[in-house]
């Protein structure tokens, strides 16, 4: 399991790597579209851009922000559970996350398909293939499906691994 841990944690972390470098384009595209109308230059599709790298920078980053817990997590109920009953609440959250996660993920996929099919263009001054730009946002669904269905896994068989600070007084922990 630790092999498999350490070559998700590596694409996920490649992903977050991605979606940091699209936030700096973000903001340059934001930059240029903001001096293109103080001097008079057509902007073209910098906005449209801006808006698709906004959300491909968001999805892309999901993966390594739920496997490192950097979502907001209501532990109010966990926190008063323990030992069986406090894995069951945390089995079944996460199995809920991840059957939310693959539900996403799947239409993401199906709306960049659909857009392939049918040569869905912008309406913006760009008039891009809107499945190029719906490409890496599916992508980015896909690995935050793939990081809840680890987690899950993580919780399923290897509970300690999950997170050692929910569990402590329940036995040792590896660390």
Same mark, same amino acid.
């Given at each position: ?18 979606a940091?470098a699209?936030?700096i $384009?973000?903001c340059?595209?934001v930059? @240029?579209? %903001?001096?293109a109308r &103080?001097?008079?230059?057509?902007? +073209?599709?910098? #906005? ?12 892309m ?20 559970l ?6 069951l ?10 059957? $939310?996660?693959?539900?996403l993920s799947? @239409?993401? %996929?199906?709306?960049? &398909?659909d857009?392939?099919d049918? +040569?869905?263009? #912008? ?39 999950i997170?050692?600070?929910?569990h402590?007084g ?6």
């Amino acid at each position: 399991m630790e092999t498999i841990n350490r070559f998700l944690d590596r694409i996920y972390l490649a992903a977050a790597w991605i979606a940091g470098a699209l936030l700096i $384009l973000l903001c340059s595209l934001v930059l @240029y579209s %903001i001096l293109a109308r &103080l001097v008079g230059w057509f902007g +073209g599709g910098a #906005s449209d851009v801006a808006g698709y790298v906004m959300a491909t920078s968001t999805f892309m980053a999901l993966a390594y922000t739920f496997r490192s817990q950097g979502h907001i997590r209501v532990s109010i109920l966990t926190r008063r559970l323990e030992g069986f009953h406090r894995r069951l609440a945390e089995i079944w959250a996460h199995a809920v996350i991840a059957a $939310l996660a693959c539900f996403l993920s799947y @239409y993401m %996929i199906r709306l960049m &398909l659909d857009s392939y099919d049918f +040569g869905e263009r #912008s309406e913006g001054a760009d008039a891009i293939l809107l499945w190029i730009p719906q490409a890496p946002v599916a992508l980015g669904s896909v690995l935050f499906a793939l990081s809840t269905l680890h987690v899950l896994a993580i919780a399923l068989f290897d509970y300690d691994k999950i997170d050692p600070e929910l569990h402590e007084g329940e036995g040792p922990q590896e660390v």
